[in-house]
Nanobody
Framework: VQLQAYGGGLVQAGGSLRLSCAAS????????MGWYRQAPGKQRDLVAV???????NSADSVNGRFMVSRDNARNTVFLQMNSLEPEDTAVYYC???????????????WGKGTQVTVSS
């Protein structure tokens, strides 16, 4: 199972970026999908997560600015980031809880991370 993220980059404060992350491999089922981020010298924190039925949870710091969504047919999760602030600068990691189609066990999988830099 692999998670491949796309869409990071450099943007000015107030701008927007859209991240996407596709899961592939021996997938039977995907439960939660979402995004975490880690700024230099800080721990990895939740940004937003979406369950298989579409319910979402997000950090207070991004409420009203970021929106998580998913395309179940393509095993893909998205993060639309608007009104970006310098404090949003971090490496963004996609995440998914996936049931493997051979072991029938669920496990947490992580993408390699994509850099988002917001300049002031």
């Amino acid at each position: 199972v692999q998670l491949q993220a796309y869409g990071g980059g450099l943007v000015q404060a107030g701008g927007s970026l859209r991240l996407s992350c596709a899961a592939s491999g021996s997938i039977l089922r995907i439960y939660d999908m979402g995004w975490y981020r880690q700024a230099p010298g800080k721990q990895r924190d939740l940004v937003a997560v979406i369950s298989s039925d579409g319910s979402t949870n997000s950090a207070d710091s991004v409420n009203g600015r970021f929106m998580v969504s998913r395309d179940n047919a393509r095993n893909t999760v998205f993060l639309q980031m608007n009104s970006l602030e310098p404090e949003d600068t971090a490496v963004y990691y996609c995440y998914a809880k996936i049931v493997h189609d051979r072991t029938f066990r669920s496990a947490d999988y992580w993408g390699k991370g994509t850099q988002v830099t917001v300049s002031s």
